[in-house]
């Protein structure tokens, strides 16, 4: 019974790719591998974390590099959570999720890069003088 | 011998190809489906945190993050969250090899740690209304309530979801219906962990910076 179903899913994942948050394809000590992947990814984002928490009261950095370096280590935590959790890879049974995974971030890039520049535009072009600027931003 | 290894040891032409192959299993279907969900949840979350960037320095003369976010209290949100995500994981592994205690056990403890993240939350909420600093203060103010306070909603709402997932694996025991949607909450459960490693990293570390 579980084998069949095994089987069918194996079948399914050769031909029609696999589901997201799938583990990769069924092998007989899959348990304790998808165990490994899982741990793997903990540890990897509790480092991650702790760097993070680390690196944003440390004062031995310099300084203008902390949002950058903080940046990054967001990204590099969402790719980790990306692979290991939700099983997202550049395998050829992934292309479907990883190319609507792929619209999703160019998406986002251009709502949250586009409001940015042109809400300073909008702020630089504004012909008030400084000190009433600083009044209509604050309200 | 595991099937999964002799379907991979089989010559790419011996099976059908994709497109004379019929349609892909329900399972597939519908974890890709919720998958392009999640994706929209994320791209309305980036909206979200585009008006806090704009917004961030229009206190109105209040209170400002720094004043007004406890490093201490995330960093435990934080841990929390992470840590029921990981047993989230080990739920799906449980669910696929039938263990109902392992899934129990599982749903158990990352419902726990959720609601233990979203009791901080709560706290951290209600102290600094306490302070004075509502939505209705600053521009900042409405953009942070509404930021954190969404995904928080998300996480309210997928406690419950856990809750519903466990009353039905009880009561109808794992079948292919059941075992999709603990596929789609597992799914949900790791995309909040993701938008909280965006909201802990630009507003509460980065964002607090002078």
Redesign the interface.
Known sequence: M??AQ??????????????????P????E??SS??LL??I??LL??IL?AT??WV??TTLLWTPG??LG??V??IA??GV??VF??HVTTGPDNT??VL??A??VL??LL??A???WI?NDLNANMTLPANQMNMH??? | ?????E??ALPPEA??I?SE?GP??K??V???G???FI??D??MF??L???Y??LV?????GATGVQLFN?GSV?IE??CL??S??TC??M??SV???NYAGIYLAALVTFVLGAAFLGLELREFAGMIARGATPQSS?FLSAFFTLVGCHGLHVTVGLGWLVVMMAQVSIKYITPAVERRL??F??FW??L??IW??L???VY??GV?P
């Open positions: 579980m084998e095994d089987a069918r899913a194996s079948m399914s994942e050769a031909q029609h790719g696999r589901a997201p948050g799938d583990r394809t069924v092998t007989e899959g348990e998808g165990f899982c741990t990814g903990l984002a509790v974390t993070s928490f944003a009261n902390i949002a903080l940046g280590l967001a935590q969402m959570h990306l959790f939700l479907n999720n609507a995974l619209f999703g998406i986002v709502v949250v586009g409001s940015l809400m931003m604050q309200y | 011998m595991s099937i999964g290894v379907i991979n099976l059908p994709p192959a892909a299993s399972r597939i519908v974890a890709y919720f998958w392009i994706l929209s994320i791209v980036s909206a945190f585009a008006a960037a704009v320095h229009a206190t109105a003369g490093q960093a934080t841990a992470l840590a995500s990981y994981g080990l799906t592994l696929r090899s039938r521009a596929l789609c597992a799914i790791h995309a962990d993701i490693v965006c802990f990293t630009f570390l980065i910076r």
